[in-house]
């Protein structure tokens, strides 16, 4: 071990300056004008397997050239052995609003002990880190213990389109015993987690038509159908009012919490009163009967993203609206359909249908299935003892409120399991102007890496 720590120290400077490299590279997924840097950072990716050593590097275009690169990997040591691959991503987000950056967002910078940049934790740096602990294998060890794949996309950052597909025409050349996503986060900069599960997602949309113009509401007020009347009828009759969604059937499929897995989510730290008081709230509320991280990991949720309708400038409009508008999303768990889920929402809708009004329903795509790991898998085991290792602490089990896709398809399609497992920290500003990754958690995530790939090749 102190030759692996020396040998991380001596690089500590060489890895700043590296990952500097690539977050120079702007590739914006969403945006089609940065198509070129797209293929720049895909090349910079295969560059840098090739340099950490991996004998197979392969650019696959997607889409017929249509859609963004994906890096493949391979370094196989044993075919008796197990195998790993490794997923992350290559592109990044848009960096609007410009004017909250107090840096360049392509020029990245150093404040203290941060590097600022897009892409700087999602998931550049992340994936930065793996491909590190492969490296570092190679130079202490010849080569790592067991066989690696790496699979690195272009298109995370706006949904994966074409990830199922090249998932499809690849089983053979993709098959392995376990992936490991590098993208994500531990709990804390000082808090190990291994993260099991994601929820899935259903999106919709309640159009509520009434006349063919917004009315005066002293001439026809009391006399028609006013639609926003309506659409608070429906969005008031998806839920009891302790918190519990009201549509029939939307939780026939949970499955349920084991006692083990309660108990896990239970032993996880969290400080509720701290969690209230960052969001500005006195109180948690939700589903009787379980927890707040229960519920924001483990539970299904029905939420009304957005509504509106009629007259909301400044001042008062005696107006009665001619239409209503409200957004939907259902976070759903095991073993939840999304289509399903959808078809329930639209019958409860279409209960609430008024006379002199149209009600209609939308679906939109993007809708994904939730994922969950067993908690028992051995993998689970091995990872828990190398973060315990690394962080003095022993690592929770966690689940993921939010969704990530591709971990299911990974699981459905290649019939393997999805154990997320980045070094991200939660509070490097994802998404956000700001970015930044700490300089100085870099040496533990290569070091999380190849201890992880040591130890499962010591188990067989």
Not at 165 to 176: D, H, I, T, V
Request: hydrophobic share 40%; glycine share 10%.
């Amino acid at each position: 071990m102190a030759d692996l720590d020396r040998y991380l120290e001596e690089r500590r400077e060489r890895y700043v300056e590296e990952l500097k490299e690539f977050l120079r590279i702007p590739s914006i997924s969403a945006l089609p004008e940065h198509r070129e840097d797209i293929e720049r950072a895909a090349a910079w990716v295969a560059d840098a397997l090739r340099r950490a050593g991996v004998p197979k590097v392969e650019i696959f275009p997607l889409q017929g050239g249509e859609g963004h690169p994906v890096v493949y990997g391979e370094w196989v040591v044993d075919p008796a052995k197990p195998t790993y691959l490794i997923y992350g991503h290559y592109d990044v987000q848009p960096v609007d609003p410009i004017e909250l950056w107090e840096s360049p967002p392509f020029e990245p910078e150093e404040r203290d002990g941060k590097l600022y940049a897009r892409g700087a934790t999602d998931d550049k740096g992340c994936l930065f880190e793996a491909i590190k602990g492969v490296e570092a294998l190679r130079d202490l060890k010849g080569a790592p213990p067991v066989n690696v794949k790496f699979l690195l996309e272009g298109e995370e950052e706006i949904g994966s389109p074409n990830l199922g597909a090249f998932l499809e025409e690849n089983r053979e050349l993709l098959k392995c015993d376990v992936v490991l996503g590098a993208d994500g986060s531990m709990l804390s900069p000082d808090q190990g987690c291994l993260t099991i599960a994601s929820r899935g997602l259903a999106a919709c949309q309640i159009d509520v038509y009434g006349p063919n113009q917004d009315l005066h509401s002293g001439s026809y007020g009391g006399a028609v159908a006013n639609p926003l009347h309506v659409l608070a009828q429906i969005v008031a009759s998806f839920h009891t009012p302790d918190g519990r969604v009201a549509v029939s059937g939307f939780y026939d499929r949970v499955r349920p919490l084991s006692e083990k897995e309660r108990a896990d989510l239970a032993a996880i730290p969290f400080d509720e009163e701290a969690w209230l008081r960052e969001i500005g709230l006195e109180a948690a509320f939700g589903e009787p009967g379980y927890s707040t991280l229960e519920r924001i990991g483990a539970r299904p949720t029905l939420e009304v993203n957005g509504m509106w309708g009629g007259f909301q400038g400044k001042g008062t409009k005696t107006v009665l609206p001619s239409e209503a508008h409200a957004k939907i999303t259902c976070r759903l768990v095991p073993d939840q359909d999304p289509d399903q889920i959808l078809d329930l929402i639209e019958a409860h809708v279409k209960k609430h249908q008024v006379p002199g009004v149209r009600v209609e329903f939308q679906r939109f795509p993007g809708s994904a299935r939730p994922y969950a790991m067993p908690a028992d898998h051995p993998t689970l085991e091995v990872a828990a003892r190398v973060l315990e290792e690394l962080y003095g602490k022993p690592a929770p089990t966690v689940r993921m409120g939010g969704t990530v896709p591709v971990a299911e398809l990974f699981s459905s399609i290649l019939g393997t399991w999805f154990l997320y497992y980045s070094f991200g920290d939660p509070d490097t500003r994802l998404h956000a102007p700001n970015e930044f990754i700490r300089t100085g958690t870099i040496p533990r995530a290569v070091k999380g890496y190849y201890r992880l790939l040591e130890a499962l090749g010591q188990e067989g």
